[in-house]
């Protein structure tokens, strides 16, 4: 079992003071070796330090330029039905979008099984060029050849993403446990911002120099940004074994009642969670919201979710990720209902948005902590993916669901489509709920 070493000052320190440990086992009667040098690292989390937080860099820069673009599908939705793809249904056009968040979600079992075994040396420089490549092939897309986009940034983006978000998230875990929560929160909080600098960046480009060199800038700076991912984004714990099908999706954690009601909660949740994300600004037209606001509410979206993703993150260090995660839930589902439902004016609109983002982030970050806080850490990632099989699949079906709904662009439509997104996040948040209760009924109880 092959251990990679640290080359600078304090991994030779490391290295002498572990020797010097094996030598004290050794007279004690205790493993000594790679056995236990694998052990110790099992154990020993650094949970900071310049190494730590640069994986942590590297992943944030990663989620910010692949995640920030799929959270700026928005953009695209509008622009695809006013202008490049006129002919097709809204329902259509989001189906797009929601098979970048399918394959991102869906090949998690496989991928998070081949980072169990491979680490990253494979999977993040090929993610990152079929990114890069998506989206200059994005950016060639003609008017009204709808099965174009399909093929650039429903599937081939949506596998580049797919090989770039799972091993930048599950490699947090090799750095961090007891920060763990707070450090994903970080890194996913990269895919808000990025949310927020390209819906800005592609809004301000297109009408100055077209659609296709827009989408070849934000390219450029996905590229950057995966470059400096690469260079920085390393694993600790030492890698397992051989890939084997059976380990593929980890079937085995679904005998755990918690695990598996975090699933159905994961599924519930994400099926209505983008929805938003997809309908906010379309609604804001709708509702005559001048074009100087309507366009900026996906980055006022995003910008809260930065918050959303840091801040319960630290909290849920302290009091746990269901803790912060279930209440979080709650709310955002009864934003939906109580806020966006009678809103009809710019403010409530603008209000609801922020509040939105502010509240639903709190399920990209918390839920990986949770499942990383009931898992083995050598199955951490097949039990990631496991998970997030099944968010794909709600992810797939969810925003075409809501875009069906909208047919016709009235109030009627859009009230079926703003129920029908707030009735399932508060169902998520009750399934979570439970998992919560098979822990403790205390109160202050930690998880």
Same mark, same amino acid.
């Given at each position: ?26 007279? &004690? ?40 673009? /799929? ?34 979600? %869906? ?51 949506? /596998? ?6 799972? *091993? ?41 120099? %077209? ?31 051989? /890939? ?66 840091? /801040? ?15 209440? #979080? ?6 934003? #939906?209902? #109580?806020?966006?439902? *009678? ?18 982030? &709190?399920?990209?970050?918390?839920? *990986? ?58 169902? %998520? ?19």
């Amino acid at each position: 079992m092959k251990v990679s070493t640290d080359s600078t000052l304090e991994g030779s320190i490391r290295t002498a003071v572990a020797d010097v440990g094996d030598a004290e086992k050794g007279k &004690a009667g205790l493993p000594t070796g790679p056995v236990a040098n694998d052990q110790a690292l099992v154990t020993d989390y650094p949970d900071g330090g310049l190494r730590a937080w640069s994986v942590v860099l590297g992943s944030y820069l990663a989620f910010f330029s692949t995640f920030g673009l /799929i959270n700026s599908y928005g953009v695209f939705q509008d622009y695809y039905e006013t202008t490049l793809l006129r002919d097709s249904s809204p329902s259509v056009i989001s189906l797009i979008g929601a098979l970048q968040l399918f394959l991102l979600y %869906g090949l998690g079992p496989v991928l998070g099984r081949v980072f169990d075994v491979h680490g990253l040396r494979v999977l993040m420089p090929l993610g990152s060029v079929i990114t890069v490549f998506a989206m200059m092939m994005v950016s060639l897309g003609q008017e009204n050849q709808t099965y174009q986009f399909f093929l650039s940034q429903g599937i081939l983006f949506g /596998i580049g993403v797919a090989l770039v978000f799972t *091993p930048g998230l599950a490699v947090i875990g090799h750095w961090f446990r007891r920060k763990r929560a707070f450090a994903i929160g970080i890194v996913a909080s990269g895919s808000s911002l990025g949310g927020v600098i390209y819906p800005i960046m592609l809004q301000e480009l297109i009408p100055r120099v %077209g659609f296709g060199w827009a989408v070849r800038i934000a390219a450029f700076l996905t590229m950057l940004c995966l470059i400096v991912a690469c260079l920085t984004l390393r694993t600790r714990l030492p890698l397992r074994g051989r /890939i084997h099908l059976s380990d593929v999706v980890d079937l085995e954690g679904f005998r755990d009642p918690k695990y598996t009601l975090c699933g159905i909660g994961a599924f519930l949740i994400f099926y209505a969670l983008f929805t938003p994300y997809f309908y906010v600004e379309i609604y804001a037209d709708f509702r005559g919201t001048p074009g100087s606001i309507s366009r900026y509410l996906l980055a006022i979206l995003n910008a809260a979710g930065i918050f959303a993703r840091v /801040i319960p993150g630290k909290l849920a260090d302290s009091v746990g990720p269901l803790n912060i995660l279930v209440p #979080c839930t709650f709310v955002s589902g009864i934003l #939906c209902l #109580c806020l966006w439902l *009678p809103a009809k004016g710019e403010v409530p609109i603008i209000v609801f948005t922020a509040l939105y983002g502010l509240f639903s982030g &709190a399920a990209v970050s918390l839920i *990986p902590a949770y499942i990383a806080s009931i898992s083995p850490a050598e199955k951490y990632g097949a039990r990631f993916g496991s998970i997030y099989m099944l968010v794909a699949v709600s992810t797939l079906v969810g925003t075409p669901t809501a875009g069906a709904f909208v047919t016709t662009v009235d109030q009627a439509h859009f009230a079926r489509l703003i129920i029908f997104t707030g009735v399932l996040t508060i169902a %998520g948040g009750a399934v979570l709920g439970g998992s919560r209760v098979l822990h403790s009924r205390k109160v202050m109880f930690k998880i």
